[in-house]
């Protein structure tokens, strides 16, 4: 069973640009959360969604951000007009039951 | 606010000894405690968890101990490996019923050969 799968690996953007980033759940898991890490911090929660739900974004900044997870293909997190604070490594994660969370090796976006 | 607190931000052990690794938490809804592992540039990985039902759980050379009353759990590593050496999250759930993880700001492990 592969675990979850994240692309790029890296990007860079220049500010103003969009970033597209990609979460694979691993097989079985309806349930998946992205969360962010800014260098010498924790994981910090952004949104959580089921298949083409979001059921909860509560850590999502209120503009520019969004993500969905439709009924086919992974789960997208975009971040449009990128400023040079939006870089950081995004991880996602998915759970079979909505507890323990299984994380992919993440994204590390630089924004120039 | 900062409602998981690792208050060590490095440890650092002799092989074959035992790591303690310690965390608190603010929130008294939390029922769901969780340990991860981080290596440099990778995702962390799960180690352990304990429901708020319990106070103890072991899986191998790895405990995890919750304390309710004081909001406090710490995982212990015995012995301690070189390939432990790592960044260590604990994280905690439940506040919200959606089950997103709350973080602390990690530890890193370092055991010396």
């Known amino acids: 069973n592969a675990g979850v799968m994240q692309n790029p690996r890296h990007l860079v953007r220049r500010r103003g640009q969009e970033a597209r980033l990609r979460c694979s759940p691993m097989?079985?898991?309806?349930?998946v959360y992205w969360y962010r890490q800014l260098p010498e911090e924790g994981l910090k929660f952004m949104v959580y969604?089921?298949?083409?739900?979001?059921?909860?974004e509560s850590g999502m900044p209120k503009e520019r951000f969004s993500a969905e997870f439709p009924k086919e293909g992974p789960s997208i997190l975009r971040i449009q007009q990128v400023v040079r604070g939006d870089s950081a490594a995004y991880f996602c994660?998915?759970?079979?039951?909505?507890?323990?969370?299984?994380f992919g090796p993440g994204t590390r976006l630089l924004v120039l | 606010d900062q409602q998981v607190k690792q208050n060590s931000p490095s440890l650092s052990v002799q092989e074959g000894r035992i790591s303690i690794l310690n965390c608190d938490y603010t929130?008294?809804?939390?029922?769901?405690f969780l340990w991860y592992k981080k290596y440099p540039a990778e995702g962390p990985t799960f180690l352990i968890s304990?429901?708020?039902?319990?106070d103890k759980n072991e899986d191998g050379r790895f405990t995890v101990f919750l304390n309710k009353s004081a909001k406090h759990l710490s995982l212990h590593i015995v012995p301690s490996q070189p390939g432990d050496s790592a960044v260590y999250f604990c994280?905690?759930?439940?506040?919200?019923?959606?089950?997103?993880?709350?973080f602390g700001t990690g530890t890193r492990l370092t055991v010396i050969p």
């Open positions: 994280a905690a759930s439940g506040e919200t019923g959606a089950n997103n993880l709350f």
């Open positions: 994660a998915s759970s079979p039951d909505g507890q323990t969370q299984y």
């Open positions: 304990i429901s708020s039902i319990k």
């Open positions: 929130n008294s809804m939390f029922d769901y």
């Open positions: 097989k079985g898991h309806s349930h």
């Open positions: 969604l089921q298949k083409e739900n979001i059921i909860d």
